[in-house]
């Protein structure tokens, strides 16, 4: 079958006779410019296979059969992504081997055509933070179980996306998303503040709803998206609040009371203790969000050992090991398989795109400039993207290169009072002077 315009080629659900997709669908999936497991999507290093893990956590075992068909069937790469997925790069021509493993693995939706909505962020420490409300896991659970088999809700834009924080020390509370609900507690009752095309950390919410009622309020929510939006609007953004919250048939609490504390984590990385006793996570950080199979294997084989055989993925481009009683062990060998393990490591604080080797928009290699540039210790949390998509960063970073051409960047400083990027502070700058710039440049407390 020959591509679409936008390069993907429409794929049939293979069976698989696995019990966790118990009934195989014969649906062609419809066109889209992401990724999914079932979609594989062209780009100039090959084929790009996104498998979304159910609240960034993926299980031992799943995350060696993601490392074997790395290996088998593309070119070993592995992209922990911004929304704690994680991506296949460099996809060779058995892409319905690819995807079927990934099925027999368990990462697959209980459906085709539920596989773009699976779209729910939670924070990496969901029923393991000391600081969390409630434990956000079994609401996610009926969230995603709904997104999948409720036929409606699969109309949704694949870019289409909801947050669930329950609280949480270990929070990414800048992206934004369609809808968003937070807890908090007023009068000694748990309540899910909710808001719209926007993000905890930046914006006031529009209402809350009792705890035992978040699942009606997505529910009702997206309903109301589906009844008032057109076909070209496809996200939240794309309509008034006003004519949303009047279209819902549900009771709205006022959201007095409710206060978000910002996140206790600037950067994830490091031991945490967790709210089982004795019991700690350990976060580290893929360099600028790469993993080959040797490491997932290595972090795989490290959870059995000393975690309680699952792995969770972050939206800082990292992974988490829960349950573990040794932290100092996972740390020594998360550094030995080249996980970032310190706050002081310069690359660290790099994101960076695929780039020019990876993508036919970039305009710079963007990850071997983000390489050079750590090595000159700019002092800055800097986001390096080829293109405008900003495809690396969902939130706006303190600092933004945007190539030009390959090396030259144009250098944006975040400022609430700007869009996008924030202020273009300089154009056309090598690696070199960028580097001289920042290190001219106290770092700011708006820095992450």
Not at 3 to 18: V, W
Not at 68 to 76: F, H, R, T
Not at 135 to 164: C, G, W
Request: glycine share 8%.
């Amino acid at each position: 079958m020959p591509p679409d315009k936008a390069g993907i080629i429409p794929r049939l659900y293979p069976s698989t006779g696995s019990p966790v997709n118990p009934t195989p669908a014969v649906n062609t999936l419809r066109p889209s410019a992401c990724p999914g497991l079932l979609r594989i999507v062209q780009a100039l290093d090959g084929g790009i296979c996104r498998v979304k893990l159910a609240g960034g956590s993926i299980t031992a075992a799943q995350a060696r059969a993601v490392a074997d068909v790395a290996l088998a069937y593309a070119g070993g790469v592995i992209e922990a992504t911004n929304r704690a997925n994680l991506q296949i790069r460099g996809i060779g021509a058995e892409q319905d081997a690819l995807i079927a493993k990934l099925l027999a693995a368990g990462l697959g939706p209980s459906n085709a055509s539920g596989d773009d909505v699976r779209n729910l962020m939670l924070s990496p420490s969901a029923g393991i933070d000391p600081q969390m409300l409630f434990d956000t896991r079994p609401l996610a659970d009926e969230i995603l179980a709904t997104l999948q088999t409720h036929p409606r809700f699969h109309e949704l834009s694949a870019k289409f996306a909801l947050q669930l924080d329950g609280g949480e020390a270990l929070a990414m509370l800048e992206h934004h998303h369609d809808l968003w609900l937070s807890a908090f507690v007023r009068d000694g009752q748990t309540l899910l503040a909710f808001g719209l095309a926007g993000c905890p950390a930046l914006d006031a919410p529009l209402a809350a709803v009792p705890l035992e009622q978040g699942h009606a309020l997505v529910v009702a929510v997206l309903e109301a998206f589906l009844d008032l939006a057109s076909p070209a609007q496809t996200r939240m953004r794309h309509l008034p609040v006003d004519n949303v919250l009047g279209h819902l048939n549900l009771p709205l609490l006022p959201i007095d009371g409710f206060k978000r504390s910002p996140s206790g984590a600037s950067l994830p990385i490091g031991t945490y203790p967790q709210a089982q006793k004795n019991q700690f996570y350990v976060a580290a950080l893929a360099p600028l969000g790469r993993l080959d199979a040797t490491m997932l294997e290595g972090t795989a084989q490290l959870a059995s050992d000393l975690g309680d055989g699952t792995l969770r993925f972050t939206p800082w481009q990292g992974v988490l090991l829960p349950n573990v009683e040794k932290p100092h062990a996972v740390t020594q060998r998360l550094a030995q398989l080249g996980f970032l393990c310190s706050v002081d490591q310069p690359l660290a604080h790099m994101i960076a795109c695929t780039g020019s080797s990876g993508c036919g928009k970039a305009l710079a290699d963007t990850k071997a400039d983000a390489v050079q540039l750590a090595a000159l210790y700019p002092g800055h949390d800097v986001h390096l993207s080829g293109c405008p998509r900003s495809c690396a960063a969902a939130h706006t970073a303190p600092v933004t290169m945007l190539a030009v051409s390959p090396g030259r960047y144009d250098v944006y400083f975040r400022d609430p009072a700007q869009p996008g990027f924030g202020r273009l502070h300089a154009h056309n700058l090598s690696i070199e002077a960028t580097g001289a710039l920042l290190r001219a440049r106290p770092r700011s407390n708006t820095d992450d």
